[in-house]
């Protein structure tokens, strides 16, 4: 899976394509090597990347501080850590 690495401090690396002003919160499947996620949040005063991380920690019931934004905050291909939670929870909601 080109979109999830496993980091050497026990956290998970995750690709994501955001897509914001979306009708819906919610994954879409994949694009390219990445999780194509759908926001409702506009791409403005980091409202989008609030949402990112609110939609995760809500999705794989862990708390916000253990999702970071590594890269991409003022982009649409972002790439967040992930902490608490394991590969198998990543697959079965993006497959």
Known sequence: MPYLQSQSDGSLLLSLYVQPRSGQNAIVGLHGDAVKLRLNAPPVDGKANKAV?????????????AVTIKSGLQSRLKKIALTGVDEEQIRQLVE
Not at 57 to 65: E, F, R
């Open 53 to 65: 991380i609110a939609f995760w920690a809500k999705t794989l019931k862990i708390p916000k501080a």
